[in-house]
């Protein structure tokens, strides 16, 4: 249990050292405890976290800051912890904005009793375990092909991405969730330069049908987080060949969020790099394709 506002831990009939402001819970507001397993506690006051084991605390890890948007409000009911003994527990504590959640994780299998801690550390996915989090699904809707232009355009495309998986992560690249993208990347990058490669045909007197080849080398969905924001972002290149040139189409996009990233704001991010890339693959046809 905890005493003196959260400064000590009671076990048995021993009190762990002091916890001043430097260690979690410091800031004299009532601590949450939750069981790490292997006789080992996890603590969290206000935004500061530690983990207790062998009546001694570990180094702070400041997770954030409690916060609400209303000068009368009050965070300090929203703050909580919950574990069950197996070495990780879920922090929430409110922001401005919303809720904001972390895992964190002590590695309990490799602990021993009467040992100090090992330095507490964020969970990479187990490939053996569900995901912590349902996958986040990316729905995007590919121009259409012009009925009233003649499709003169034949398009081949190539991904040589060297990872084609798309992950929803946290804190220190953490593994959460994947991002699941409809359609499937290569059917989307073609459809774009297809109805991109008709328009600009359409435009040439006396066109004939062109093959157009296009190499995905980069197409990225990344969520990089910091303890208080993830950004969103998406990076796209690739490669059009005609005619025996060559040209590359860039565009990026990104968007800060201080809550969860989810779907709409993962999307949205997308949807610009993908407009910039529609754009840029007309411009670089041009280049190609007009004498």
């Known amino acids: ?27 004299g507001l009532r601590a949450h405890t939750a069981p790490a397993g292997r006789d080992a506690f996890h603590a969290l006051g206000g935004g500061s976290y530690g983990l207790l084991t062998d009546y001694e605390w570990s180094a702070p890890l400041e997770l954030g800051e409690p916060a609400t ?70 729905v995007i809707a590919p121009p259409e092909r012009d009925l009233n232009l003649e499709r003169l355009a034949n398009v081949l495309v190539t991904d ?18 994947r991002i699941a993208l409809h359609p499937p990347v290569s059917e989307l990058v073609g459809r774009i330069v297809e109805a991109r490669a008709d328009r600009v045909l359409a435009g040439l007197a006396g066109a004939t049908p062109e093959s157009i080849e296009c190499d995905i080398t980069t197409f990225d969905i990344a969520t990089p987080a910091t303890i208080l924001y993830w950004d969103v972002e998406t990076r796209l290149e690739w490669t059009l060949r005609a005619r025996g040139q060559t040209r590359t189409v860039r565009a990026s996009a990104s968007e800060r969020t201080w809550i969860w990233p989810s779907e709409d704001i993962i999307g949205k991010a997308l949807h610009e790099a993908l407009r910039q890339a529609g754009d840029d693959v007309e411009r670089q046809l041009r280049a190609l394709l007009v004498p």
Not at 9 to 23: E, F, G, L, M, P
Not at 161 to 168: D, G, L, M
Request: one cysteine or more.
């Open 160 to 177: 040589s991405r060297k990872e084609t998986e798309f992950r929803r992560t946290t804190i220190f690249d953490t593994f959460m969730s």
């Open 1 to 27: 249990m905890l005493g003196g506002q959260g400064r000590m831990c009671v076990r048995a009939s021993r009190y762990t050292d002091a916890r001043n402001r430097a260690r979690a819970g410091g800031t």
């Open 69 to 138: 948007a209303s000068f009368w409000g009050t965070p300090w009911d929203a703050v909580d912890l919950a574990g069950i003994g197996d070495g990780q527990a879920f922090a929430v504590w409110p922001v401005p904005r919303g809720i904001v959640g972390r895992w964190i994780a002590w590695d309990a299998s490799n602990a021993t009793e009467a040992k100090r801690l090992d330095t507490p550390m964020w969970p990479l996915q187990d490939p053996k375990q569900p995901e912590p989090f349902e996958p986040v699904h990316i």
